[in-house]
């Protein structure tokens, strides 16, 4: 591989920089100012809480539809590295300017945050001066209880594990703990610290006795990495240690959920104690693949080898394979998992060649480390787009990308991709769900 190797994600800026992988689409124009979190339509609507405080505030939909997401995950974005370890640029203060209007923006119109509650905030992440903003954009100053295993009094949980579940409420109030306590235990892959979980909760107020609205309200999965802080304590640290499958009662006080100052916009108050039940979908490791029943590409596709230990694929185009003019695309492995839907974090393992020779010029395998990015909004070259949305979790797909869906005439700096070069792609799509790229 060369030093400086090339991924979907990245795209020369052009002062010759190499832009953020995150908001540079393949053609090398880089929208400095966007974020990788998706906002609904009617949220932009209502121009991030600027609106007359009679006028009664539109509901957000909650059909899953590609145009409605909901991100309940991280507020503040660290910078990321590509998949080919670029150091990303533009880092100033202009960012925590557009996260505090992002912020805004996603405590109006979501229906449940489970935001991020940073431990080290600063000019950088702190929301702009003159932006409305209805929950806390720093921290709690509690520090995070330890879990323990039971209570004394706790409420009671009814209902089947992947649906919405039943929490009683009991006559007495918390004792302020936060308990992690398993409902029903999973077999599949536990949730260490790092791994990638798909997540479903049920939430309620135990002080107002309210019921929130969770993620089976919203009709989609929450996906994180379990212990890594991009989500309140009550969901991130819950999980960890717990397999999938599994369903856990989580007793939340404010130092594990929203802190001291609670949130407002869905009536959470500052000593306010919060019940979740949290399903555990599914668990990825950094290194995982996909598993199945292998169909061969066909024969005017490039023959794909899956190298074990973590190795990249061996990729082998046939001689003389013509550039295609459109995407093309052959599912090796048929998942069985939802479908990604454009909007959506997929987090993914791939390995990329040239058409031409076959040349590997970037493979996630060879770092060991899953790649995750936001799906419709060219945040990764257009074949990855068009070539990912509405695949199921948990399939193999080969791509064939033209130059014209890649890189084009001007591929990255530093690459060993040629100037109107196409592309392959053997890509595991190993989940899908809400969220954002993780900080780095």
Known sequence: MAENPSGPTEADSPSGALADPVVSGP?????????????????IARQAGWSNPEEPEAPVPATGKPDEPQVFASTVRKQQESEADYENVGSGGRLGVVLGVV??????????????????????????SDTPSAAPSTPTQQPVPPIKADAKVLPTVSG?????????????????SFVVKPVSEGDGTKADKGNWVSADFTLKDWTTGKDLQGSYDQGKSQLFQAGMGSLIPAVDSAVVGHKAGSRLL???????????QGNQQLGIGPKDDLVLVVD??????????????????????????????????????????????????????????????????????????????????????????????????????????????????????????????????????????PANASLVFVIDILDAGVGSPPQQ
Not at 28 to 43: K, Q, Y
Not at 291 to 320: H, Q, R, Y
């Open 27 to 43: 053609t090398g124009s880089a929208a400095s100012d966007r974020e990788s979190i998706v906002i609904p339509p009617a949220m």
């Open 103 to 128: 912020l805004a923006v996603l405590l109006v119109g979501s229906g449940i945050g489970l935001y991020v509650v940073n431990n080290n905030n600063d000019s950088k992440s702190a929301s702009a």
């Open 160 to 176: 089947d594990f992947g649906k919405k579940a039943d929490i009683t409420l009991p006559a007495g109030k918390s004792d302020g």
């Open 250 to 260: 989580v007793v939340a006080p404010p130092a594990a959920a929203f802190g001291d």
């Open 280 to 417: 555990i979908q599914r668990v990825n490791t950094p290194d995982s693949r996909v598993a199945g029943d292998v169909t061969p590409p066909p024969s005017d596709f490039a023959a794909v080898k899956v190298n074990g230990d973590g190795k990249a694929d061996t990729i082998t185009p046939p001689a003389g394979a013509a550039d295609p003019t459109d995407l093309k695309t052959a599912v090796l492995i048929q998942g069985k998992g939802p479908k990604v839907e454009s909007g959506e974090m997929a987090v993914v393992q791939y390995t990329g060649v040239t058409l031409k020779d076959g040349k590997e010029f970037d493979s996630s395998l060879d770092k060991k480390t899953a790649f995750p990015f936001v799906t419709g909004g060219g945040n990764v070259i257009q074949g990855w787009d068009k070539g990912v949305v509405g695949q199921n979790v948990g399939s193999r797909i080969e791509l064939e990308i033209p130059a014209a869906l890649a890189y084009g005439a001007t591929p990255p700096q530093g690459s060993n991709i």
